[in-house]
C-alpha cells in the first residue's frame, strides 16, 4: 500500500523569505502523481501544485516550485518570498496514475509566516 | 472559489441520529468524492463516484452510504452518528475520474458535530 510522510509537523519562516516542506511517499507503481493541497484557517482544501511522476522537471506554480527526487521517493515544495497569506496546513498527496483516483495524504504540516 | 458546493455547512446533532450532507460538482465534472478530516485519522478518503457509479470504496464504514443522481449531484449519508464521526467532511470533484491526468478540486467542506 502507498503512504505519504510528512515529518515536519510544524514550521516557520519569516516574511519574503523562502521555506521548504518535506514530503516523501512510499510506492512500487511507476506511473503517479504527486500533489501539494493548502488548508488556510478557513478549512477550504486549495490545490497549490501537481507534479507527474513521467515528467523530469519539476513542477512550478509562481512563487511555489517543487523538488520531485523520484529515486528517494521524495517530494518537497519550496514557498519563495513567503506571505502572510501563505500561513496554512500544506498536505501533501499522492495519486494513482491507474484507475483508483483516491488522494492519499500525509499528515500535513502547519506554516506560521512571521511579519 | 473551486466551483464545488457543499450544503450545509455546519451541522448539529445528537448520536444515534441520520444526517445527509450534499454535494454539487464543478460543472462538466463527472467525478465525485468523498473525504473525511478528523483530528485522529486525518484526511481519509471514503468513496469516489463516477457518472452514476460506484468506482471505488476507501475506508467508508457501513453505516455511511452515498449515491450520485443524474444530475450528477451527490449525497453521503451517516447513519447511527458516534461521537468519533465528528468531523469536518470534503467533497472534490475531476472531470474525468479515470485516471490520468485529473485533479480533484475540493468543496468548502461540512462540519458535523455529533453530540
Known amino acids: 500500500a502507498q503512504t505519504v510522510t510528512q515529518s515536519q509537523p510544524e514550521m516557520s519562516v519569516q516574511e519574503a523569505e523562502t521555506v521548504t516542506l518535506s514530503c516523501t511517499y512510499d510506492?512500487?507503481?511507476?506511473?503517479?502523481?504527486l500533489f501539494w493541497y493548502k488548508q488556510p484557517p478557513s478549512r477550504q482544501m486549495i490545490l497549490v501544485i501537481r507534479q507527474e511522476a513521467y515528467k523530469q522537471q519539476n513542477a512550478t506554480e509562481n512563487r511555489f516550485s517543487v523538488n520531485f527526487q523520484k529515486a528517494a521517493k521524495s517530494f518537497s515544495l519550496k514557498i519563495s518570498d513567503s506571505q502572510l497569506g501563505d500561513a496554512a496546513m500544506y498536505f501533501c498527496a499522492y495519486r494513482s496514475g491507474g484507475a483508483t483516483n483516491k488522494l492519499i495524504f500525509g499528515t500535513g504540516t502547519l506554516l506560521a509566516v512571521q511579519p | 472559489d473551486s466551483g464545488v458546493t457543499q450544503t450545509p455547512k455546519h451541522l448539529i446533532t445528537a448520536t444515534g441520529q441520520r444526517v445527509t450532507l450534499r454535494c454539487s460538482p464543478r460543472s462538466g465534472d463527472l467525478s465525485v468524492y468523498w473525504y473525511q478530516q478528523s483530528l485522529d485519522q486525518g484526511l481519509q478518503f471514503l468513496i469516489h463516484y463516477y457518472n452514476g457509479e460506484e468506482r471505488a470504496k476507501g475506508n467508508i464504514l457501513e453505516r455511511f452510504s452515498a449515491q450520485q443522481f443524474p444530475d450528477l449531484h451527490s449525497e453521503l449519508n451517516l447513519s447511527s452518528l458516534e461521537l468519533g464521526d465528528s468531523a469536518l467532511y470534503f467533497c472534490a470533484s475531476s472531470v474525468e475520474g479515470l485516471g490520468g491526468t485529473d485533479t480533484q478540486y475540493f468543496g468548502p467542506g461540512t462540519r458535523l458535530t455529533v453530540l
Open positions: 510506492t512500487s507503481e511507476s506511473d503517479y502523481y
